[in-house]
Nanobody, 117 residues
Framework: VQLQASGGGLVQAGGSLRLSCAAS????????MGWFRQAPGKERQIVAV????????YPADSVKGRFTISRDNTKNTVYLQLNSLKPEDTALYYC???????????WGQGTQVTVSS
């Protein structure tokens, strides 16, 4: 499975972005999909997960109420809607696919989100 993330950019604080992650080369439906981010000098952080069943979790408390993950299995795509962006949301955002809970096998190349104050 190949993953292609897109939708990042430069936005002012309070703005919004919608990230997309398109999958190809395999069957998308069986995978749980996660969005991660990594800021310079910081560890990678899991932001949101949507399971095959549609169950959603937001492990990062800082994004709850602001970010929304969704998936469209007909388009082999997972989305991350980012609202009320803050400068601390600045990071490289990655999507990843998992067949085993907690183990992400396939990774996209990342899309940069930069939030100016």
């Amino acid at each position: 499975v190949q993953l292609q993330a897109s939708g990042g950019g430069l936005v002012q604080a309070g703005g919004s972005l919608r990230l997309s992650c398109a999958a190809s080369g395999g069957t998308f439906g069986p995978y749980a999909m996660g969005w991660f981010r990594q800021a310079p000098g910081k560890e990678r952080q899991i932001v949101a997960v949507i399971r095959q069943s549609g169950i959603i979790t937001y492990p990062a408390d800082s994004v709850k109420g602001r970010f929304t993950i969704s998936r469209d299995n007909t388009k082999n795509t997972v989305y991350l809607q980012l609202n009320s962006l803050k400068p601390e949301d600045t990071a490289l955002y990655y999507c990843a696919a998992s067949l085993t809970p907690g183990q992400y096998t396939y990774w996209g190349q990342g899309t940069q989100v930069t939030v100016s104050s």
